[in-house]
């Protein structure tokens, strides 16, 4: 069974205070690890697709990396509009289509 | 860029009702997907469509039914609401292609008194 961890559950930063968020995943056959933003009582925003290990990819003060286990998303100088729940999933050839979700990180960015 | 929209951001309705829940995505997506989120158990797959008229239980598909007659159109109906179903129900869409990520509706959040 595909399973995807998250951590830590929760996260309190200053602004400009550095720090990454961890997805951990155990599946057979990745298809592609996709990370989500999701603003309270808002539906989650598409952020990055991350494909295979040692990909990275960057977005303002976001940067999503992969290996073969995990996923980071390292936030750089956040500021108090970064604050959010981040949602990591990932597809699987044998999930057809669909993604396991993680229970997500929330994200508090203190000004 | 791709929009999904879904027909209420909020609704509230009485134990027994008949409820309707509408996507529509504006990107010719062949899948659409049906989740709810509940605080500290994620996001739940009810109900999944991968072409007009063909659907496929998700995780969570019991006391939900879908029906899509049009491709831009996917839409959830609770026959007979009960307050556990109460929580937030979040439409998606994705392409067919080589990438299988997922856009989502803003969200409806569902209240059964």
């Known amino acids: 069974e595909d399973q995807v961890t998250q951590s830590p559950e929760a996260l309190r930063l200053q602004e400009g205070e550095s720090s990454s968020l961890n997805c951990s995943y155990t599946?057979?056959?990745?298809?592609?690890l996709f990370w989500y933003r999701q603003d309270p009582g808002k539906g989650p925003e598409f952020l990055f697709t991350l494909y295979s290990a040692g990909e990275e990819k960057e977005k303002e003060r976001l940067k999503a990396t992969l290996t073969k286990k995990e996923s980071f998303l390292h936030i750089t100088a956040p500021k108090p509009e970064d604050s959010a729940t981040y949602l990591c999933a990932v597809g699987t050839s044998g999930s057809a289509r669909q993604l396991t979700f993680g229970s997500g990180t929330q994200l508090t960015v203190l000004p | 860029d791709v929009k999904v929209t879904q027909s209420s951001r909020y609704l509230v309705k009485r134990t027994g009702e008949k409820v309707f829940l509408e996507c529509v995505q504006d990107?010719?997506?062949?899948?659409m997907f049906w989740y709810r989120q509940d605080p500290g158990l994620g996001l739940r797959l009810i109900y999944f469509s991968y072409d007009v008229k063909m659907k496929e239980k998700g995780d969570i598909p019991e006391g939900y039914s879908v029906s899509r007659e049009k491709k831009e159109r996917f839409s959830l109906i609770l026959e007979s609401a009960s307050t556990n179903q109460t929580s937030m129900y979040l439409c998606?869409?994705?392409?067919?292609?080589?990438?299988?990520?997922?856009?989502f509706g803003p969200g409806t959040r569902l209240t059964v008194l």
């Open positions: 599946v057979s056959g990745l298809r592609g």
């Open positions: 990107m010719d997506h062949e899948n």
């Open positions: 998606a869409s994705s392409y067919s292609g080589s990438t299988d990520t997922q856009y």
